[in-house]
């Protein structure tokens, strides 16, 4: 077997995973204290990607009692001829529905993960980009949190598609208002809930 042909060298591009977190809550609860934002991680890709708040389970945690112990999983695949890594999105939670752009996934349901999208659990929005490389057996994820909900963006970007250039452009006024949450505004905390949790959690 000519090992050369399956082992990556140094110089090997790996494909990286961009994932950016939004929560209205973000500035006021530490939600990712386990994450390591700001630096490329090396991830095996034949071990898939699991996010939520059970450190036994998940590569990834959020520190949030609402989120499920595992919520997401991503796992990376080639197609035959092809060096491209591409990824699928699964939904690991029992309590709610995740939503890929305009598609929802039930629980244990995946799908193709499109190289930008939009996802969204509870009150958490997360961007995920994929930037292509040519390492096979590894790929990079990077975390960062974004100060304005992703959403906002997208809605923008597809406005801008639809509209002609003759109408007047929106005014974004106030962007940081919804960061502004306090702790004991109930109101606008997730969704997500797990039937493990005590009820005073």
Do not use: H, Y
């Given at each position: 077997m000519n090992v050369s042909l399956t082992m990556e060298t140094e110089e090997d591009l790996l494909t990286c995973l961009q994932i950016k977190f939004y929560h209205p809550q973000q500035n006021c609860k530490g939600f990712y204290g386990r994450l390591p934002l700001g630096t490329r991680r090396r991830h095996t890709a034949d071990d898939p990607l699991r996010l939520g708040r059970d450190d036994q389970a998940c590569a990834y945690i959020l520190l949030d009692p609402r989120v499920s112990r595992k919520q997401l999983a991503l796992y990376a695949y080639h197609i035959p001829q092809s060096s491209e890594m591409l990824f699928t999105i699964q939904n690991l939670s029992q309590r709610g529905k995740l939503s890929v752009n305009t598609s929802a996934l039930g629980y244990l349901e995946r799908m193709d993960l499109p190289d930008k999208a939009l996802i969204r659990f509870g009150e958490y929005e997360i961007l995920i980009i994929r930037e292509s490389g040519e390492a096979m057996a590894n790929f990079e994820v990077e975390f960062e949190v974004l100060a304005v909900p992703p959403s906002r963006e997208?809605?923008?970007?597809?406005?801008?598609?639809?509209?002609?250039?003759?109408?007047?452009?929106?005014?974004?006024?106030?962007?940081?208002?919804?960061?502004?949450?306090?702790?004991?505004?109930?109101?606008?905390?997730?969704?997500?809930?797990?039937?493990?949790?005590?009820?005073?959690?």
């Open positions: 997208t809605s923008m970007s597809l406005w801008k598609e639809q509209t002609s250039m003759s109408l007047p452009p929106v005014m974004e006024t106030c962007s940081d208002s919804r960061i502004s949450l306090s702790p004991e505004d109930s109101s606008f905390g997730p969704q997500e809930s797990d039937e493990t949790l005590p009820c005073d959690s």
